[in-house]
């Protein structure tokens, strides 16, 4: 019986470790940490053989095949000794795809892919389509492969899960940007993450589609430099597109071979130019999988947006709080701030990721009133904009946090939640700051 050692006891680990076992492999599942009371009862009911808080490397090393977690980063000294007694170690959705033969439309981006994702998932469903939405977002794709048999599946893909594919390949692909991020995984050089967001081509053919944005010169770049196999599928807000997604009078005009439609833009779902192209992308997939024009149109209007991401919370005395918590990068807030339209009250900061904030300066100028730190070390976004606006405050937790934006903000302010910054300094992850932040704005 084949060996399958998994590496990580968290969503995607448990759901490769059901899969595996339903595939005939003998299966452990070694976690270095603690691993969930949830995930453990659903190991023990289908009596999978696990560890927590140690790798016992006789374990592991027997492997015929390791499924390694994607916050597992490739430099642990367990990880190579893996690789060098050459054993394949492979991401959750390449072991995943090669037990389906459902359609894959795999997304991935710095930012938009989970609306996006959620998006074309919300289109294909009103269409009636057998559809799994799974990945990076909500259920484990392995265990959803385990469990049912859909006809397609739209995954939200990061670029460590595209870091351990051989053979996955995407239909349909969408690349919503690329902007520095996650750089200290990638020994601190932006040419490394941008190849490893391009892996989601590398099995693609000339039957198979890439949507992107022409609008991102990184990409634009890339693909310039580096010519791909399957048909390109621009879109754009800035210019006119031949086949692809383009504004025409504010209009979306897709067009593909001879199949044009127009969408009024005027009563999108989603708020924000940067949710305009998310709603191209999501379209433009829709149109290629033969989604009729009249389900597009009406998914688009009727679609409710991710939560912590530009999610409006209360009105409060005339002013709006929303929670952007998502917000874990410069350029998530740079689009945050960008579709502000009133003064804004902004909760900024947390773990930084080599963030350079100067490009949020013009946006910080013209937008925000007072900026609320949040995070145990807040000492650079106070050296980049101390000077630049009028008020400053300091909190290290979300309650006061929002007492102090509370008093602030006045009648027709926005209090925006926009960290630029991981959250694990003071919180579990981006979802318990985005609750805490909704709890605490109930309690004013």
């Known amino acids: 019986m084949a ?12 759901g490769t470790a059901i899969l595996g076992q339903k595939k005939g492999y003998e299966v452990f599942v070694s976690d270095k940490g603690k691993i969930k009371e949830k995930y453990k009862k659903v190991l023990k009911h289908f009596g999978i053989n696990w560890e927590e808080q140690q790798h016992s490397e006789e374990k592991i090393l027997n492997a015929d095949v390791v499924m390694k977690s994607p916050g597992i980063p490739d430099t642990i000294a367990l990880v190579k000794k893996v690789v060098e007694k050459e054993i394949p170690v492979v991401s959750e959705i390449e072991f995943a795809s090669t037990y389906t033969d459902a359609t894959i439309i795999g997304i991935t981006g710095s930012n938009g892919k989970t609306t996006t994702t959620m998006l074309t998932n919300h289109i294909l469903k009103a269409a009636g389509i057998n559809v799994g939405m799974a990945g990076n977002i909500g259920d484990s794709y392995a265990k959803m492969v385990a469990e049912n048999d859909f006809d397609f599946y739209v995954l939200e893909i990061s670029s460590f899960q595209l870091d351990g594919i051989a053979a996955f390949k995407p239909h349909i692909a969408i690349i919503t940007n690329i902007t520095p991020d996650h750089l200290d995984r990638y020994n601190d050089t932006f040419e490394n993450y941008i190849a490893s967001k391009f892996l989601i081509t590398k099995n693609q053919d000339s039957n198979d589609y890439l949507i992107y944005d022409a609008d991102d010169k990184v990409v634009v770049k890339w693909l310039h430099e580096h010519p791909i196999k399957p048909k390109l599928l621009p879109f754009s807000i800035e210019k006119e597109i031949e086949e692809g997604a383009c504004l025409m009078n504010n209009k979306i005009r897709i067009k593909i071979q001879d199949n044009i439609m127009m969408m009024t833009t005027e009563k999108l779902a989603l708020e924000g130019k940067h949710n305009l192209k998310n709603t191209m992308a999501a379209s433009t997939a ?55 339209s009133t003064p804004t009250v902004w909760i900024v900061g947390g773990v930084d990721k080599g963030n350079e904030y100067m490009e949020l300066m013009p946006l910080v100028r013209e937008k925000v009133k007072a900026i609320i730190c949040l995070g145990e070390d807040n000492s650079k976004i106070i050296d980049v904009f101390g000077n630049v606006v009028d008020l400053m405050v300091e909190t290290f937790a979300m309650e006061e946090a929002v007492k102090v934006a509370y008093k602030i903000a006045e009648r027709g302010d926005t209090v925006l939640l926009s960290p630029a910054c991981a959250s694990f300094d003071l919180f579990d992850n981006y979802e318990d700051r985005g609750n805490q932040f909704k709890e605490a704005i109930k309690v004013l």
């Open 3 to 14: 060996r399958l050692v998994v590496l990580g006891g968290g969503e995607s680990g448990v």
């Open 286 to 340: 829709a149109t290629l999988v033969g989604i009729r024009k009249k389900i597009i149109r009406e998914s688009i209007q009727n679609f409710q947006g991710a939560a912590h991401r530009l999610e409006k919370v209360l009105k409060i005395h005339h002013v709006q709080y929303i929670n952007d918590s998502k917000a874990t990068n410069v350029n998530a807030t740079y689009y945050a701030l960008d579709s502000m």
